[in-house]
């Protein structure tokens, strides 16, 4: 009887470390937070440029209390399926710990009950692609617990695009204008100058 006890319990701890192990599912999560954004759908933003506001709460029809573990709300910057196509580095896994879907960190904060925003610029090592925001609520123990999103549960809706910075500069760009007018300009006057000179020494 005691070793039926002992197995038992060995299988539950292991099914706790199983658990543990894969870590929180996105598909566990309930989509408690509205969450809406500046971005209009098809939007074109510059990376290290532009700004966006996002704005987010809880769902109100839910029962009172639903919120009771939440402590903080982390919003994330997050690809679109179409941009994750080919792209296993931006590979959308139901397991949080191995979802390449959020990338990027917009920002934390303590949890509120009521509505708050934040503005945002869209940060310089953004990529070209296109986008949605998601944000999630986080308990005590710094574990996802539910979440929202702008856009719907098949990310086909409210999407919008950022232009990444290139690696090329205005200023740069500019300066290889200049440098390339003044090479031309220094090779005539070269020739003109030869020339003259050549023409000089005939005539004598």
Known sequence: ?????????????LSCLAETSHGVLFSSLKQTLIVTASPKEGQVYKAGVDKLTVSWGLNQS??????STYKTIKVKFCYAPVSQVDRGWRKTVDSLSKDKTCQFKVVARPYSSSNQSFEWTIERDVPSATYFLRAYAYDAADVEVAYGQTTDAHKATNLFVVQGITGRHTSLDIASICFSAFSVLSLAGFFIAEKRKAKSSHEK
């Open 62 to 67: 839910f029962p009172a209390g639903s919120d």
């Open 1 to 13: 009887m005691a070793s039926t006890g002992i197995l038992l319990a060995s299988l539950l701890l």
